[in-house]
């Protein structure tokens, strides 16, 4: 079984910055993707950014020039960085780990979700 434990989240004027951290434990051999995605009241949930198991980068186009994703493999975690953030940058933001390989199957997990609130 893997755990996802997400942090970082908060409140923050619009200018300001956050980080986002998402941690997997357990029976982790190797993980595909690490990727973040966020959820606003009425809105469908949208990819933000996401980062392969070869380093390869994707952010939605929100996200670009503000937002870095890196990843520490050793420590199975993800990071997110937001700078210059938005009001409509407000939402829950959840972890997703794609391909989580223990040596026998792969899974895809999902984070609790951590709210991110951007004031005007």
């Known amino acids: 079984q893997v755990q996802l434990v997400e942090s970082g989240g908060g409140t923050v004027q619009a200018g300001g910055s956050l980080g986002l951290s998402c941690v997997a434990s357990g029976t982790i051999n190797s993980i595909d993707v690490m990727a973040w995605y966020r959820q606003a009241p009425g809105k469908q949930r949208e990819l933000v950014a996401q980062?392969?198991?070869?380093?390869?980068?994707k952010y939605a186009d929100s996200a670009k020039g503000r937002f870095t994703i890196s990843r520490y493999y050793t420590r199975n975690t993800a990071n997110l960085q937001m700078n210059s953030l938005k009001v409509e940058d407000t939402a829950v933001y959840y972890c997703?780990?794609?391909?989580?390989?223990?040596?026998?199957?792969?899974?895809?997990?999902w984070g609790q979700g951590i709210q991110v609130i951007v004031s005007s």
């Open positions: 980062i392969s198991r070869l380093g390869v980068i």
């Open positions: 997703q780990l794609l391909g989580v390989y223990d040596g026998r199957t792969r899974a895809d997990y």
